[in-house]
Structures are given as C-alpha cells and as structure tokens.
C-alpha cells in the first residue's frame, strides 16, 4: 500500500506525465499541420476549392482505433465515400486530446471544411463559435441541402428545440438516439465469478462494494480493484453518476424539487470525497485514476488487475467478457445496481443521456468554400439509405434483411477475425460511437448479444435519474459566454480539490475552503443561468 508520505510525489508524477503527453501531442499535431492532412484511401492530392477531397476533423473512436490507425483504414469511412461521391481527407488527433488539438487548430487558422466535435463545450457556446467565424450558422444549408434531417427535425420538434441554440442558430449535423432505450448503456460492472468463489453478492450498498473491493484486492489480488475513466477529465468515468450519487449528488449541474443545483458544493461531494479518501488510502482504487483512459481500462479488466469498473454494456462486457473467457472460460462480468447507502433505496442518480448531448455533431467551416457539398454529404446520413449503413453497415455484408428487419451477419456478431461485437461494429458502422446520423434501437437489440448487457440495461435504468437530469439547454451567446468564462475555473477548483484530497494530499477540512473558492467564482450566477435556460426550454 502507497503510504501518505509518498502521495504528493505521486502526484507531481501524474502532473509531469500528463504535461509531457500534451507537449508531445501537440508537437505532432503541429507537424501534421505541417506535413498536411492525411488522406482517406484512393485520395489524390489536390485542395478542395480545386476538386480536391473534403478535409475532416475527428477523433477515432477507441474500439476502432484498436484495430485501425487511422480513418482511411476502416470499412465504415471507405463505404461513405463511395456511396456519397465524396472524397475525404481525415485529420486526425492524437487518442484523448481532441479539446487540446482542436485549440491548436482553431488557433492555426487552418481550418478543415468538417468537424467533428462537440461544439456545445466550446467558450461561449455555439453562437459565440458562429460569430467568432469559425463555424457556419447552418438554418439556410439545412433549409435548401438536407431535405432528410430538415424532415427529421419537423417531425420531432422535442429534438429540434434541443439541436438550436437559444438564439434558434443550427450549428451541427447531429447525433441523435432515435429511441429511449437507447439512453442508458452505462454503469457498474463486476467480476461475478470473482464475487460467487469469494462467497459474496452483487453489491448494493457502499458497504457491500468495500466488502468486496478489499476481498479483489486481498484474495484475489488485484492491484486496482475499482477502475474508471481519469480522461478526459479528472473522475470521467463517475459523471454518470456512480459513488456520487449515493450521497445524494450529482457530479455536475442536476434538478432536484425543480431548482438546479450543483453537486460539488453539496455537503454529499464532501461525503464522497471522503469514502474515495478512504478507499484510496487502502488501495481500493486504481492509483491512476487521474490518467485511465480506455486502453489502460480495457487492460485493467482483462487482465485480472481489475475486478471492478464503470462502463458500458457494449464496449465494456460485450469486450471484456469474450476475451477474458479464451483464457478462463468461467470469467463472468456482471452489472451492478448504482451504488446506494442503505439497503432497498432506490439510486437517486445513474447514467442517462437525452436524445441529442453534442456528442458526434459535425459543423461545417465558416471558411469551407464547399459547404454545399460538405452539407449534402452530411445529410446523407439521416436518409432512409444513409440510416441503414450508418447503423448495419452494407446488406449483404454485415447484415442481411429478414422479414424487414435488418440484421447482423457474423462478420459482426461471430467475427472470423475474432473480433469483438463493439470491434466489429465500429470497423463497418457507426451505430455504437455517434456521428451524424439517427441511431437505431435494433442495433442494441442485437449488439447486447450476452444476458449480462440485456440484464445491464435493465439493472442500470432502474434509477430516478430522469427526475433529476437536465436536458440539453439552449442558451444564448450572452449567457454561454458567461456559463463558460464561470465554469472554466470552476471545474479546475473541483478537479484540484477532488484529486488532491483523495489522494490525501490535503486532508479533508479542506473541501469547506474549496467550496467557499467555488462561490466566489460565481457558481451561483451559473446556476441562475441554468435556471434560466431551464425555464425557457419548458416552455418551448
């Protein structure tokens, strides 16, 4: 067990090591700006003003990052052009620093005629974006070039009011879940074959998890009994809810007895922070949570030197689970109920997206001078043909119709090249990780091939998250501008504050002193902001 003496070292270790891979990311990204774009395969050289390929912006998903390196590589991309005409130029971020990267490139002025990004955490909003000339106000390319979103927006005004800013501004081709089964796919997930030799039941209360996090870690020998997200950001992978909203909070921004409250200066992040003080202390907790990303996740879990996580059912059991069992066919990953404190409560808090969260929407370049036919590529994704490849991937290939209903081949479920579902999927589709396009609830009823995922998604949507989420706000630039200039250092105090006690660098009377920080940094103003907004967007 790492001693407290030694817990600020670690800690300049983690800072140290998280600056170099930025510098080194951003070195890169300022060669490639350099070297130029990478193309997508079959690409001739050439700009786009001169019938040169599209240029976009996006980060690779993981699970085809894992298989592929580069866009131009996978199926998906090559099927898309094809189909549309269009030919792309992908470029590309180094895994996990979209948002450095995309600073780099705004700063540049070298701007693609696409990107992929969630524009809705850029500062200021949207309509700051659209006015600062980096991205185009999209009502009129909608309006005359995609007649298959225009329709789809009229015929689902609850999603339109969510797509615009307040000010009524269209500024992404969006990602869309076309289904509310579609909005909850992630929570805890467990070792159950490690929980049945050990003679203990799935928890449920924060006393069970530590019951059997310290029987990983002392009969099983895990190393980082509990693992989760630490990129993006600092205690990612707990943004769902999980932990946290035990004691009554969420992570962020929540509705609770219809005003907006913000966890992190609730007296229940302060009861949080001290179960993970705790649990960290005793080596409950990865050590590097402030650094896990995916990769260091997926390891984690195969490998036994994890027992516990909070994931997905796709990209979390639908993996782990097939890989695990070639080596240990008795590996079993079960979900777990959101943790609560006392038996028989029901979770206040656990994962659940709305409808359209930013996630996967394209915006066009103010500076593109083929805005028309980046937009009619764009549309081609919410047509009824479009709609089929972005979800099932080409007929004949990765699904075949059966009495309608487009279906899975082997080359997704069973592939030959024994790669996982969630693999396979995102090497032929985009039906697991967003894009511009509707996502299609018979993805899910085929993609959750194990009962586990069946039985995860019904464990997971057991909670009353959906009384306390807020929905996508519009604002206008003037409160966006506002909400970002407050959050931005904000969210620095809570990722310092959160990490740093933890970690046991500062003790836990702290937390009262952050919290006086946080106010004097306008937090109250911000949630008047979203009370505000809140207020406007019921009434729509």
Not at 10 to 26: E, G, K, M, P, T
Not at 29 to 38: E, K, P, S
Not at 140 to 150: E, G, W
Not at 281 to 301: Q, S
Request: hydrophobic fraction near 40%; charged fraction near 20%; glycine fraction near 10%.
């Amino acid at each position: 067990m790492t001693t407290k003496a030694s817990l600020p070292a670690i800690a300049r270790l983690l800072i140290v090591a998280a600056s170099l891979l930025l510098l080194a990311a951003c070195s890169r990204w300022h060669a490639g700006l350099a070297a130029g774009t990478t193309a997508a395969a079959g690409d001739a050289a050439g700009s786009p003003a001169a019938g040169g390929p599209l240029t976009y912006w996006a980060e690779l998903n993981g699970n085809a990052a894992n298989i592929k390196a580069t866009f131009r590589e996978v199926p998906f991309f090559q099927e898309w052009q094809r189909r549309t005409g269009v030919r792309l130029s992908f470029i590309q971020p180094p895994a996990n620093q979209a948002k450095e990267s995309m600073n780099v490139l705004l700063a540049s002025g070298e701007l693609p005629d696409m990107m992929e990004f969630e524009w809705d955490s850029y500062p200021g909003g949207p309509d700051k974006a659209i006015a600062d000339g980096y991205i185009l106000r999209l009502n009129d390319l909608i309006d005359r070039y995609a007649p298959n979103l225009k329709q789809y927006l009229r015929d689902h005004p609850d999603v339109d009011r969510q797509v615009k800013t307040g000010s009524g501004n269209y500024y992404v081709f969006p990602f869309i879940r076309g289904d509310e089964r579609l909005l909850t796919y992630q929570g805890p997930i467990i070792r159950k074959d490690w929980l049945d030799e050990l003679g203990l039941p799935v928890p449920e209360t924060i006393d069970e998890w530590h019951t059997a996090l310290k029987a990983f870690k002392e009969r099983k020998g895990a190393k980082a009994p509990l693992t989760f997200l630490g990129v993006p950001d600092p205690l990612f992978g707990l943004e769902g809810g999980a932990f946290i909203g035990a004691f009554g909070v969420g992570s962020g921004f929540y509705v609770d007895g219809g005003r907006v409250k913000f966890g992190p200066i609730e007296p229940g992040y302060r009861q949080f922070l001290d179960l993970f003080r705790r649990w960290y202390a005793e080596g409950l907790i990865d050590p590097n949570i402030a650094t896990v990303d995916t990769r260091t996740m997926d390891a984690n879990m195969i490998s036994g030197r994890s027992g516990a996580s909070i994931w997905n059912a796709g990209a979390g059991i639908g993996t782990w689970q097939p890989l695990v069992q070639e080596r240990d066919p008795g590996a079993r990953f079960a979900p777990a109920p959101y943790p609560v404190l006392n038996k028989g409560e029901r979770p206040k808090f656990g994962q659940r997206s709305s409808a359209y969260v930013g996630t996967g929407g394209v915006a066009i370049s103010a500076r593109s001078p083929n805005a028309e036919k980046a937009a009619r590529m764009l549309d081609y994704g919410y047509s009824p043909e479009g709609h089929l490849l972005f979800n099932f991937g080409v007929e004949g290939q990765s699904y075949v119709m059966k009495d309608g209903y487009p279906t899975y081949t082997d080359l997704i479920l069973h592939n030959p090249d024994k790669l996982a579902p969630s693999q396979a999927l995102a090497m032929y589709t985009r039906a697991s990780y967003f894009g511009p396009f509707v996502q299609d609830v018979r993805y899910l009823e085929q993609y959750y091939v194990l009962p586990e995922q069946k039985e995860a998604a019904r464990i997971w949507s057991d909670t009353d998250a959906a009384l306390h989420q807020l929905p996508p706000l519009p604002m206008t630039e003037q409160e966006s501008v506002q909400l970002s200039a407050i959050m931005q250092d904000v969210k620095s105090v809570v990722d310092e504050m959160s990490l740093k006690i933890i970690f046991g660098i500062e003790p836990l009377d702290s937390y009262d002193d952050y919290v006086a920080e946080i106010r004097s940094l306008g937090i109250e103003r911000a949630i008047a902001i979203q009370e505000t907004a809140l207020e406007r967007y019921n009434k729509q």
